[in-house]
Structures are given as C-alpha cells and as structure tokens.
C-alpha cells in the first residue's frame, strides 16, 4: 500500500525525535551528558543502534502489520538529576511523548491540507500516513510498564518507593525475557500483535478518522 522507502524515511525521522527528545529532556533537567555525547541531535547516524534499527527495517520490508524498534540508548547520570526517579521518569517519556507529538501534528497538517488544497492533500496524507503509523505504534510500543522499555522506568517513577524498589528489580530480572515472550509467535500471532493492534487503530481513528489510506 505504501512504499518501503517512505516507511524507511519515516522510521529514520521517528528514530531521531524519539531519541533526541530524551537527550533534551535529560539536559534541561540538568545532566548534560547526553549533550556532551552528541545526542541532542536529529542526525539518525547518532542514534542507530544495530539491533533495534535492523529490526524494524526487516519489518517493514517483510510487510509486518506490527514495526517496532529501538534506538542507541541515551546515556544519563541520575546523580546530576535533582529528583532521580522522577527525572528519569520524565527522560523516558519524552521520547515516546515526541513521537505522539510528531503524529498529531502530521495528522493537524493533513486536516489542514485537505481543508485549504482539496484533492491535491491526498498527496501530502500519502507521505505523512507512514510517518503517523510508526510513531503511534513506536510510541505505545516504547510505552510498555516493562524494561528495557520506557514505560518500565515511568511506570517505576509513578510508584512509590518502596514499590517502585521491588518492581524496579522484577522488571531488571525478567523484563527483557517478557518483551522475548511477547515478541515470540504463539499459535502464529504475536501477543505483541494482539496487545498494540487494538491501541494503535485507537490512536489512528483519532488522528485519521475515515482516511482510505488506514
């Protein structure tokens, strides 16, 4: 239905606001180390990490309903936060809460297209539906309560802390086994699949309503 190659750009965009938006986030609350490292930056070079960038362009170009992925993590010392865990919290969030962002605003683009241009916004909805897609699906994926993902760490920041301690190690021991287990096919569906599919076309009756490119 859409192009590879427009999936591929949108992904590369999406990587890089997601990313970028929790290097910025960690510096304007006081840790300048992911600054200092380079990674408050759009540039994707910066922020490719092996697995989670193959990944999701092994997805995409196997036309997986579901694409998912991951970014080189952004580094950040929490003795330089003031609040440590809620500051972390508020790291993690910024990326996915860019991405939700990043699609709303794409999708006030296309409202206001077809309102000032007519037909010629099918156009502008063909390139900036991808851009939605993934960064809907990146964002709720991103926003799983389990680690590695940031949803473990905002979940742990909304905690109180002695929850937050024992969840925190649960999700340290076992989390990354969870995320294999979603990911794996049971009975040829992903859970994966089951749990975002219903979220993401939620989402994306929200921002495309009626759109016949969805």
């Known amino acids: 239905m859409f192009s590879p190659i427009l999936f591929v750009i949108a992904f590369l ?5 997601h990313e970028a938006a929790h290097a910025w986030m960690s510096d304007h609350l006081g840790d300048p180390t992911a600054r200092l490292s380079g990674r408050v930056t759009l540039n994707p070079l910066a922020h490719l990490d092996p ?10 170009l196997t036309g997986s309903p579901i694409i998912f992925g991951w970014g080189k993590p952004v580094p950040f010392d929490p003795y330089n936060l003031r609040r440590p865990r809620r ?11 860019a991405n939700l962002t990043l699609a709303t605003i794409s999708a006030i683009i296309i409202r206001l297209s077809h309102l000032l241009i ?11 539906t991808p ?22 760490k905002v979940l742990v920041g909304l905690l109180s802390h002695r ?19 979603l990911i794996f096919p049971l009975f040829g569906v992903a859970p994966l699949f089951l749990i975002l599919s219903p979220l993401v076309n939620l989402f994306l009756s929200v921002l495309l309503p009626g759109s016949p490119l969805v």
């Not at 939605?132 to 473990?152: E, K, M, Q, R, S």
């Not at 929850?163 to 287990?181: H, M, P, Q, S, T």
């Open 13 to 17: 965009l999406s990587l890089s606001v």
């Open 51 to 60: 697995f989670g960038t193959l990944l999701p362009l092994f997805l995409i």
């Open 87 to 97: 500051d972390a919290a508020l790291i993690s969030f910024a990326g996915p809460g």
């Open 118 to 128: 007519g037909t010629k916004a099918f156009t502008i909805e063909a390139l900036l």
């Open 131 to 152: 851009l939605i897609i993934l960064n809907v699906t990146w964002a709720l994926f991103n926003l799983l309560p389990i680690h590695p993902l940031d949803g473990g």
């Open 163 to 181: 929850v937050a301690y024992k969840w925190d190690e649960v999700l340290n021991r076992y989390g990354f086994l969870i995320l294999l287990l």
